[in-house]
């Protein structure tokens, strides 16, 4: 059974930085898209940062210039590096594997909370 694992979140001052991490189980991670999603209080979960198996990002706008989204396929890892924090940025963060085939089911994480306040 596959499993996502994030780590990296916690509390820190407008204008800083996160590194979040997600360690990856299973086989053929490189196929796969990765992504980062996150869900603020009162909000719905929505998708920040993507990255495909050749290594290519997507961002939201409100995360361009700021987050930067990498894999390393020989350890299975996805990593959201997040800088000049904002309040706005306060939320739960999910490492997420999208479907590569059909009869798969999306594959989340149980999330790590950021919090960016002073």
Not at 62 to 86: A, C, E, H, P, W
């Amino acid at each position: 059974q596959v499993q996502l694992v994030e780590s990296g979140g916690g509390l820190v001052q407008p204008g800083g930085s996160l590194r979040l991490s997600c360690a990856a189980s299973g086989s053929d991670f490189r196929l796969y898209v990765m992504g980062w999603y996150r869900q603020a209080a009162g909000k719905e979960r929505e998708v920040i940062a993507t990255i495909l198996p050749n290594f290519m990002p997507t961002y939201v706008d409100s995360v361009k210039g700021r987050f930067t989204i990498s894999r390393d396929n020989s350890n299975n890892m996805v990593y959201l590096q997040m800088n000049s924090l904002k309040p706005e940025d306060t939320a739960i963060y999910y490492c997420h594997r999208a479907p590569l085939l059909r009869f798969q089911d999306d594959v989340w994480g149980q999330g790590t909370r950021v919090t960016v306040s002073s």
